[in-house]
């Protein structure tokens, strides 16, 4: 089950010298298809700008589905399912967005805007959830969680409980999404899986520390 859970657009921040202005502005995703593409890789699939390698399994999450949203490549998706101890469904997307054109700030000030770029980003896709499976409520979230894949890397996670579809059929669902900034890159995990599970949230953990990016 692959959904696609995030804004259809980036925002690109202009600094001043003081960093103290910030200039935003939408605009739709270059190249974007009227219809994605799903492709089905055989061995490694390599994000081409992102340099992330998809290889076929994970662990025990075996891969099922490379889906591409615009004409260049950078903004894909890859799907994973594990089949047991539990049943769970797994979408990494990696797509640009955290791009900032500085006119001459400090390092902090550019941090600081590329960490509100993760905020709104964030904040679209718990919106994108609720909106795209109604059945859902957002149950916690927190601002801070740490993988290690090898390096320690901090994002945002939003965990939702409620009512949605697995195979057509009306099912207890968990939901979390994990949302990361890497470089120019969002990040981003989707798992789902029915009802409560005591060995869920070990084998998540593991399938993140497991997928290892590339040197920031």
């Not at 994605?36 to 290889?55: L, V």
């Not at 662990?59 to 004409?71: A, K, L, P």
Request: aromatic letters at 8%; hydrophobic letters at 40%.
């Amino acid at each position: 089950m692959v959904l696609r859970a995030r804004p259809l657009w980036s925002i690109p921040l202009v600094l001043t010298l003081a960093g103290l202005l910030l200039v935003s502005a939408c605009r739709a995703t270059e190249g974007e298809l009227s219809e994605p593409t799903i492709q089905t890789p055989e061995g490694d699939f390599t994000h081409p700008a992102a340099k992330i390698t998809f290889p076929e399994s994970i662990g025990d999450f075996e891969r099922v589905e490379v889906t591409q949203y615009d004409t260049s490549g950078k903004d894909v998706s890859v799907g994973y399912n594990l089949d047991s101890p539990d049943l769970i469904t797994a979408t990494v997307y990696v797509y640009p967005g955290r791009d900032v054109l500085n006119l001459g700030s400090d390092s902090d000030t550019v941090a600081a805007a590329k960490d509100l770029l993760d905020q709104k980003q964030f904040e679209g896709s718990k919106e994108a959830i609720l909106a795209t499976t109604p059945g859902l409520t957002l149950v916690s979230e927190a601002e801070s969680i740490v993988i290690a894949n090898p390096s320690e890397q901090a994002g945002r996670r939003a965990i939702f409980e409620g009512q949605g579809l697995i195979d057509g059929a009306l099912t207890v669902l968990h939901t979390e999404v994990d949302l990361f900034g890497f470089g120019d890159w969002f990040i981003k995990y989707r798992f789902t899986y029915p009802g409560e599970s005591s060995t869920a949230p070990a084998l998540i953990l593991g399938f993140m520390n497991s997928m290892e990016w590339p040197a920031d």
